[in-house]
């Protein structure tokens, strides 16, 4: 591993510990084995740094919904591709997308996070598109707000960066499963 690889693992590690406010470079660098300087080298600040890490696995996330809104399957089979798409971002990300949702970044003024800011709107569309397409078809329920249902099945699925732990929990796909059937079972029109 090189030493800017090394540096955003670490990173990673300790902002998933502490949190990304309460940790420092000096934090990052004792964890590396480095001074705190040599990180100048590689990043210009603990934002940049953050950034890296995040931003990969946000524009994953954002091309895998477009990819599956494109697909020709039906509403349902969409909201499980999305969900698990969504949720299998936690597998090798864990720490990743963990330290992703975790943090009050994406509310930041700082221009630095302008293009995350962007992924994740664009993100949230594609899910209310999703939602929206299903009702039109009548896979959903069109009684019910598509945003509401979007962003809440988002939380569901956000949620897991407060309790996952790959060692000691249910295997992605059944976590996946579970979180289709309650999201689409109170999703179907009523008969």
Not at 140 to 164: Q, T
């Amino acid at each position: 591993m090189g030493r800017r690889s090394e540096i955003l693992q670490r990173a990673t590690e300790v902002f998933e510990r502490k949190g990304v406010t309460q940790t420092s470079l000096e934090d990052i660098a004792r964890e590396v084995g480095i001074k705190r300087e040599a990180i100048y080298y590689y990043f210009k600040g603990r934002h940049d740094i953050l950034l890296e890490i995040i931003v990969p696995s946000s524009r994953e996330l954002l091309t895998g919904i477009e990819d599956i809104l494109k697909s020709n399957v039906p509403g349902n089979e969409k909201l499980m591709n999305a969900i698990r798409s969504h949720v299998n971002a936690y597998n090798p990300r864990y720490l990743e997308m963990s330290v992703a949702l975790r943090e009050d970044h994406l509310f930041s003024d700082d221009k630095k996070f302008e293009e995350l800011r962007d992924i994740w709107q664009r993100y949230g569309d594609m899910w209310c598109k999703l939602v929206e397409d299903g009702q039109a078809t009548g896979a959903f329920r069109a009684d019910l707000d598509a945003k509401l249902v979007s962003y809440a099945i988002l939380g569901m699925c956000n949620w897991l960066s407060r309790w996952f732990d790959p060692e000691k929990h249910q295997s992605l796909e059944e976590i996946t499963d579970t979180y289709f059937k309650l999201t689409f079972e109170g999703m179907q029109p009523r008969a």
